[in-house]
């Protein structure tokens, strides 16, 4: 381990203890103990006093400095790299737990001190806590290649516009990892120069880069997307990893403009794109939460209904996703596709999961026009689709649907097998509310 050397002298000194910390070398006989289990201890030891130290208030600073300053005046002479490592590590997530001064300088001196990387990390990490005061520090950790992964990463926890610089300073290192971690952090923050810089990154050749600058673009698009913004991401759409071509219609569907409604609409409905793809264009459709979003998923169940396989699972995912939009004229439309595929016979409404899909979306959407549909539904013989019809109704209750369970199992008019599940649904709903 390299001896001190960022700071002209360790601060951790008892002449540097102010006076607002008991300084006093005498610790009680509890404090003491729990010290010696956390220099001599195993890992389960050290893990147990790690906990306890900080009960003991600012009183355990002082001695667990002198500790620090003992580990690294020793570590080069020491036999046991790995277990002064580990001593060290638990030393600096103890100090993390103190807002004192002191024990900020001695996260920073064991930044610029330490080769583990595990201590390293819990340094950074922990100093990250502390807010923009940690900043200038780890800006300055920027400057070790070894380090500039942990760097990004800690500086990514402070969410204050004064890390911007930093994080844009390294958007083009040759670490992809550094790359992405960077794009990730600025994802919170919004200017000019970093979209032309998360733009720029759509097209790196590194995959988790295109993805990380596709993910922050998106997150940025909640606010006020750019109009030029949704044909940037456009060729995204089919680029040759399929995670970045997911991560695409997220951002498109959190754009939400028209224009990226088109742009999802054609990947859709387009024959070559994978069906894992077009179930995640389905979920940005309805996350978009408009008729007008809407309308695409409505053409792809009337338009290229079949029973294949990969049909059925996406006709599936739109079925479930229609029932979660949450606005008044999605509601509406979604209702309207859903009632739809059973007075049609679509092919999904004529398997058992599509049934228990289509109900439960029914029940979801809270809308009284569905309790006669789901009633007949009441009639399948499948038992499954006849407890997820039941616990649909029972999403209507407040809309009037048991008493319309009871008028029509009075009533001669009804079939018998129909009628058996009305009365198997009134059962239901009696032992489980108390009716």
Not at 45 to 68: M, Y
Not at 97 to 120: G, K, N
Not at 262 to 273: C, I, N
Not at 392 to 407: E, V
Request: aromatic residues 4%.
């Amino acid at each position: 381990m390299n001896k001190l050397t960022h700071l002209d002298k360790p601060a951790n000194t008892a002449a540097d203890m102010p006076s607002d910390i008991p300084a006093s070398i005498e610790c009680s006989a509890s404090l003491t103990a729990v010290l010696h289990s956390l220099q001599t201890g195993d890992f389960q030891s050290r893990w147990e006093a790690a906990k306890l130290i900080p009960t003991f208030g600012e009183a355990a600073i002082l001695p667990l400095l002198e500790l620090l300053q003992q580990v690294q005046a020793g570590s080069d002479s020491s036999d046991d790299d790995d277990d002064d490592w580990q001593l060290l590590w638990f030393i600096a997530r103890i100090l993390g737990q103190f807002q004192h001064p002191l024990a900020i300088s001695a996260l920073v001196e064991i930044l610029f001190t330490t080769d583990d990387t595990e201590t390293l990390t819990m340094a950074a990490m922990t100093l990250a806590t502390i807010g923009p005061a940690a900043i200038p520090p780890l800006s300055e950790l920027l400057a070790r290649p070894s380090s500039r992964l942990i760097a990004v990463q800690a500086l990514a926890q402070i969410q204050h516009p004064n890390v911007i610089p930093a994080l844009l300073g390294v958007m083009e290192d040759a670490n992809p990892q550094v790359r992405a971690a960077a794009m990730e952090a600025l994802s919170h923050f919004r200017s000019p120069a970093i979209t032309a810089m998360l733009v720029a990154a759509l097209r790196d050749p590194n995959v988790p880069v295109r993805r990380a600058a596709v993910v922050a673009l998106g997150i940025q698009a909640e606010a006020d997307p750019p109009v030029e913004l949704v044909e940037h991401l456009t060729p995204l759409l089919w680029d040759l990893n399929l995670d970045v071509c997911r991560q695409t219609a997220i951002a498109l569907g959190r754009i939400g403009t028209e224009a990226a409604i088109h742009v999802l609409d054609r990947v859709l409905q387009s024959p070559h794109t994978p069906v894992e793809l077009q179930m995640e264009v389905a979920r940005a459709l309805a996350w978009i939460d408009s008729a007008l979003a809407l309308q695409p998923l409505k053409t792809y169940l009337m338009q290229t209904a079949s029973s294949g396989s990969d049909s059925l699972i996406l006709a599936q995912e739109i079925v479930a996703v229609l029932g979660r939009v949450e606005s008044t004229e999605s509601r509406s439309m979604a209702l309207e596709i859903l009632l739809s595929l059973l007075h049609t016979a679509h092919p999904i409404s004529q398997t058992p999961s599509g049934k228990q899909q289509i109900a439960l979306s029914l029940g979801q959407l809270q809308d009284a026009s569905a309790i006669d549909a789901l009633i007949s539904m009441l009639s399948d013989a499948n038992t499954s689709v006849q407890f997820h019809v039941i616990a649909a109704l029972k999403q209507l209750a407040a809309h009037g649907a048991y008493d319309r369970l009871q008028t029509l199992l009075a009533s001669n008019a009804v079939p018998a097998d129909l009628k058996a599940g009305i009365a198997n649904a009134l059962r239901e709903w009696q032992i489980h509310t108390g009716l």
